[in-house]
């Protein structure tokens, strides 16, 4: 770990006990953290139970709990202005207008039904991950809740993937989310070093072990995006539709040869939405073979083309950030690999940068993009990092 990720953690770690200790009178007893992600390569294959290959970030969330008086679940959230939320963990979910209370709310409801009663709790929630960037900072603060919770009321049995599926249960029947599995995961599960492959289907992971000359940089684009308002969920049901069609359980199982022999008169759109899916499992499976041994122009290779996948067939891709994915690209060559990275509709670019270009890559960027947010532009240098754990 380098110096400024522990700075960072610390503040994280220092921002969520002092919200604690001005809400509820006392120091926090335990600290969960876990990180948010960015995806390589693998974009909206998870929810057709294909491949992805994301890696955890050195961005995250902290809780901060202890034990409450009562049997209620108090939560203050740093992030907005030390905003609070009280209710029964174990009454029926009732629905907030605010997205974060949903997923306090969400997280609780999901545990509960799992392993029954859950007791009160006091707790404070701080986070770094941008928001609205397309880094998961939903699925960080999911996982952290989680954590927290099992690790504070001791309940055992539950698996990193156990966590990843509540809070992904969370997102979809509490925060009104259609996500798959791929950020929860993720962020449970992730190795230090490494990208995490998972086979959405069986949810086998496998970590990839990262280059150490190839960096990961995180472009924000300044357009901002909101997952529960985007076409999201219509995709979702594009891809669904295009199963059907093909009969198969889900696009997993629709070869690149049926794609196209039994295409029909299957309606244009929903074609290409499943010829993405299709094309990208593939992509993912030849990425997550070839990345730990340094084939970094074959790299390039696919993250072009999954990035022009997104943008023609699947339609998730705005045109500053194909800009951007196009100039970096230019610059790279077949030396490094960048592409959209995340559910699409605004967010960031992910390159991986061989250490030497890392600063000529950031200075193009600084030079030529202009954000259409108005704001300086955001790089990240992340690391691959491990996923969720007590701190
Ligand atoms: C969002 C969702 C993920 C995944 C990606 C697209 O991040 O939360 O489950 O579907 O979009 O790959």
Request: with cysteine; hydrophobic share 45%; net charge negative.
């Amino acid at each position: 770990m380098d110096r400024e990720n522990v700075q960072r953690r610390a503040d994280l770690v220092a921002r969520a006990a002092r919200s604690f200790e001005i809400m509820f009178g006392e120091a926090p007893a335990i600290f969960a953290y876990a990180p948010g992600r960015v995806n390589l390569i693998g974009e909206h294959t998870d929810y057709n139970d294909g491949f992805v290959l994301p890696c955890a970030i050195d961005y995250g969330t902290v809780v901060a709990i202890g034990p409450a008086a009562s049997d209620q679940l108090c939560a203050v959230a740093s992030d907005y202005g030390d905003d609070c939320d009280a209710f029964d963990p174990n009454a029926i979910f009732v629905s907030q207008k605010t997205e974060w209370k949903n997923h306090v709310r969400g997280i609780a409801a999901s545990l509960a039904a799992r392993t029954g009663m859950i007791q009160g709790a006091n707790l404070a929630i701080a986070g770094n991950v941008p928001q609205g960037a397309g880094l998961s900072s939903s699925a960080s603060m999911g996982v952290a809740l989680a954590k927290a919770l099992v690790e504070h009321q001791q309940i055992t049995g539950l698996s990193a993937t156990d966590l990843a599926l509540i809070a992904q249960q969370s997102e979809n029947a509490y925060v009104g989310t259609a996500c798959g599995i791929m950020d929860q995961l993720v962020s449970a599960k992730a190795e230090a070093g490494a990208a995490l492959l998972i086979d959405c289907r069986t949810l086998d992971t496998m970590p990839v072990y990262m280059p150490e000359d190839l960096i990961m940089l995180v472009i924000h684009s300044g357009i901002e995006r909101q997952l529960a308002d985007s076409p999201f969920n219509q995709r979702r049901a594009e891809c669904e539709q295009a199963a059907k069609y093909y009969d198969v359980p889900t696009l997993r199982h629709l070869t690149e040869d049926r794609l196209i022999a039994d295409r029909g008169e299957l309606d244009d759109v929903v074609f290409r939405r499943a010829q993405h899916v299709v094309t990208e499992i593939a992509r993912t499976e030849i990425a997550a073979n070839i990345l730990s041994n340094g084939d970094i122009a074959k790299l390039s290779e696919l993250m072009r083309q999954s990035h022009l996948s997104l943008r023609d067939d699947f339609e998730v891709t705005m045109p500053a950030i194909d800009d951007l994915v196009a100039m970096i690209g230019k610059h790279l060559g077949s030396r490094g690999g960048v592409r959209m990275t995340g559910g699409g509709f605004g967010g960031c670019v992910v390159a991986l940068v061989p250490k030497d270009q890392v600063q000529s890559v950031m200075d193009l960027v600084t030079a030529n993009y202009d954000p259409p947010d108005g704001r300086p532009v955001r790089i990240f240098q992340c690391l691959p990092s491990s996923g969720a754990r007590i701190i």
